[in-house]
């Protein structure tokens, strides 16, 4: 390519990248965010669709899902705990030792404080560690893998294009919607879960790139697994108003038990957090094993203690045994630091429960038989939204999964209570947060921080400013003709400074004076401005591409005010 052809292929990129900075940088929806938000979803998508492939061979290998519950003390399988805790170990001793942590509470912080931008180096261990938790038939869900490693190939790779931190976090959020998307075969339920749970807000610029994710997410998993809803052979039927007030009962019983799970939950995970990692996740893997030794049903993610909830004629002992077994070894594979989430392990919490609860008051009422599919289900619901502090996304999620909406207004109706007695009767806070605050990770955003954190710095910097050598004359030529434009100019250290003329009280003498100014990559978002500038509440800062040298534009304390108090943040 002749010399004068690549000037003008690098100068058009160059604009081309500008462009597209520039519109990221503002705090709305655009064409190009959705289809870089498509982009990246599409490379999340395939990650999730090649984890949820592999456990699929290694639950064939295994042949877990044919558990014989007569004879399990002279099955092989039972051990799979140890020997999943001992190879979790092993990944863990292998990989970085920067980068341990993982799960849905380090995304949390990450996106709370580092516009999500998760270390590439984090993913391996979380992919494989999860892998043999869920396949060793640890009681864990598929969800928490699936938002790491989607929020990790989403973010890195804005990262590597160089976008603003606003979009990052965008990107972030399009590649948990797309995992949790494909993981589970429900779109809508993961758009819900990331506004709810992972950005705990709205904004219509967020609510059109993360749907496009959780779109291509389904239509992934779907090619692949095909249009499987998980819970659609549950049998719901519309519930008589009748017995709306044994539903009421039912809410209060699981906000009971919700609030006790959550407690047990978090105190184990408190008290184990000084102990060695191989001492915890053995410890985990001994109580699963012993645990299904006697109870089979009440290990693994939620599919055995589910059928047993559904069954024609369940045993009231027998359900509430697999209950406490379910309780147990959730408790004790979270608690201790085994890698997965908790959605799976709550829908067979609930189902248990809901099915227990329906069978007791069944003695007493028996035109309950019918409903008992129907109960179980609003058990998931009502256990899910609890525990996660995220009632919207668990009754979407549920209706997605059962691809049923009969389950709408009873599952409303019981879900309120319970919220209400866990959360002001027991003081129940979402797992999450808490998880964060016994890990000591941050994730409290100021008001004024958390809206300039929407805007990037180039939506607003003054992008006409004169730069002009540190010379005296130049620069009195350079402020006679300034025309309102800032100037600056390097000192020999090479730092920035803007110069102005201050004007004496005889308003015949002036002083020239420059003041040191500090720079800021075109990446960052107001937020930082805000940082640099807040304490002496005036100044300006420049704003650079690659170095230093390559400044772009400047933002004063007044154009950050205006910005402030306009309707934007």
Known sequence: MPLSNKKQTIKWNKIVNTRLKDTLSQAKVSVQLCLLALFFALIASTVIVIFRSLLVWLDRFTQTQQFNFTDMIDDWRVLLPIFGAFLIWAIAKVGSKRYKRMGIAYVLHRVKLHYGKIPLASAPAQFFQALFALASQFSVGREGPAIHLGAVSASVLAEKFNLPDNSVRIMCASGIAAGISAIFNAPLAAVIFVLEVILREYKIHYFFPITISAICGALSSRLVFGNIHAFDQISVIKIPLSQY?????????????AAFFNFSLLTLTE?????????????????????????????????????????????????????????????????LGIPGGLIGPLYGIGALLGAVIAVFFQQWFPSLTPYIGLYAIIGMTAMMGVCLSAPLAALVALIELSDNTAIILPSMFVIIPAFLISHQFFKTKSIFFRQLEIMNLGYKVTAVNLGLQKIGVRAIMNKHFILVDNNNEQLLAALKEQHGHPILTYTEQNDVEIVQLEL??????????????????????????????????RGNVFIFEQNTQEIVGIISWEDLQREIQSEQI
């Open 271 to 335: 008290k184990s957090q000084k102990w060695p990692l191989i001492q915890r996740l053995l410890i985990a893997g001994l109580l699963t094993s012993f645990i299904g030794l006697f109870l089979p049903q009440a290990i693994g993610s939620n599919e055995h203690a589910i059928s047993e909830a559904i069954q024609a004629d369940p045993s009231m002992m027998l359900l509430t045994a697999i209950l406490v077994g379910k309780i147990f070894a959730t408790v004790a594979a979270v608690g």
């Open 504 to 537: 004496h009280t005889s308003h015949t003498e002036t002083t020239l004076l420059k003041n040191k100014m500090s720079g800021l990559p075109d990446t960052c978002t107001l937020s930082e401005v805000y940082q640099r500038l807040s304490p002496q509440r």
């Open 245 to 257: 007030p044994i539903l009421a009962i039912s809410g209060l019983i699981l906000g009971c038990v």
